[in-house]
């Protein structure tokens, strides 16, 4: 299984596509499949039926679908969408922004 530069809860801004230019933080990642879920992006219509032993409401529901990482950037806070590199702090592997070298937030 491979792993990503891109982890849940970091601002992004998609690169391509139909919402291309758009910014939005991940909601989930796949590294498995290579691809994350962005807030308000990419977002699909899907029909929804009511079903009675539950209290949902029939109708068109709208959630998002899931992108690529090669369709999306890493916002850094200081510099903007940028590339990850990685280096060794001691014990611990910490992702570096590879315009300006501020270390980026790592999941915990």
Same mark, same amino acid.
């Given at each position: 299984? $491979?792993?990503?530069?891109?982890? /849940? !809860?970091?601002?992004?801004? =998609?690169?391509? *596509? %139909?919402?291309?230019?758009? @910014? *939005?933080?991940?909601? /989930? %990642?796949?590294?498995?499949? *290579?691809?994350?879920? =962005?807030?308000?992006? /990419?977002?699909?219509?899907?029909?929804? @039926?009511?079903?009675?032993?539950?209290?949902? $409401?029939?109708?068109? %529901?709208?959630?998002? @679908? +899931?992108?690529? =990482?090669? !369709?999306?950037?890493? =916002?850094? +806070?200081?510099?903007?969408?940028?590339?990850? %590199?990685?280096?060794? $702090? *001691?014990?611990? /592997?910490?992702?570096?922004?590879?315009?300006?070298?501020?270390?980026?937030?790592?999941?915990?």
């Amino acid at each position: 299984m $491979q792993s990503l530069n891109i982890h /849940r !809860n970091d601002i992004v801004k =998609v690169l391509t *596509g %139909a919402d291309r230019g758009k @910014s *939005g933080r991940v909601l /989930r %990642a796949f590294p498995d499949k *290579g691809v994350v879920l =962005v807030e308000h992006v /990419r977002v699909v219509k899907k029909t929804v @039926s009511s079903k009675t032993g539950q209290r949902t $409401q029939g109708g068109i %529901a709208e959630h998002e @679908s +899931p992108i690529h =990482v090669s !369709n999306v950037a890493l =916002v850094c +806070p200081g510099c903007g969408p940028t590339r990850v %590199a990685h280096k060794m $702090q *001691g014990d611990m /592997r910490v992702r570096i922004c590879k315009k300006c070298g501020q270390e980026l937030p790592t999941k915990k």
